[in-house]
């Protein structure tokens, strides 16, 4: 005899499969604080280009949603996966995290904290990072809308130094009693000196940012390497691609960045790499641009 069954609407059941993904990964973070005695956010973008997925000050809201302080836990660990953004908000997201934990904020990086990621990583105490692991340089990328509409971004150095480098170059000319009137006129393509000027500013904010936090925790007693690793990590001439990859044999060798390598056979890095890759398919599955989280509250953005 035939007999009727019942199935669930799919409305209803994806709402629980959601929760369930992000119950799993709560365990993680659970689990990943009761290794280390300290608390944990969980703060995991995508790098597919969504402009949700960059760092805005809408996440120092997320972040004060699911901040939260246990008694028996010290400090905080930000398990942070980001392409990077506004230097302004790694700026706040540092502050707001030393000042709720009390001044202790460490920075582990699963997979990659670039761009104004790797700002928030300088403000921290310590850097924990894994095999494949990178920051990267500091140097600002602004967007240019062309024609289209659609635009680019390009680094803030390359605009100035294209500007700068026709000025030193009429300069030489008349100095040395040569013609410059070939390299006077390029600079008639460059319609917006205001502009120029704010690229300047950003590249001496993202500076300035990183240098304060260098000086104010990791390299506190060391002010001439603070301001070393600043010039570093912000000269595009030097390192040459905004997505240089800065593993943590350069972190900690060539930038003297507090640096504590995470073994692929070590029980935290195992847990750190499994709550990044829960993260990443969580994202991928709901089409989320960022996922921001503690042990008891989970917060998404969408992709745009």
Known sequence: MAQEVSVPQSADIVPAIVEESSRLRRDLIVAIEGATGRNVLNYSATAFGFSAEAM??????NLARVMSKSPKLSGVDLVLNSPGGRPETAEKIIMA??????????????????????????????????????LGPIDPQIFVPDESGRGIFRSAHAIVESVDGYVRKVHEAIQNNQPFLGHLRMLDFVPNLPFVEECRLAQRLAREIA??????EMLKDQPEKAEKVADTLSRADQLYSHSRAIDFRRAKEDLGLSVRYLAPEEPLWQKVWELHIRSHWAMLQNRWAKVIESRSTTTFVAQI
């Open 56 to 61: 805005e000050p809408s996440d120092i809201v």
């Open 211 to 216: 240098v304060t936090w260098l000086k104010t």
């Open 97 to 134: 995290l030393r000042r709720f934990y009390d001044n202790d904020l460490r920075v582990v990086v699963p997979e990659f904290a670039k761009s104004a990621a790797t700002i928030v990583a300088l403000g921290a105490r310590e850097i924990c990072m894994g095999f494949c692991s990178e």
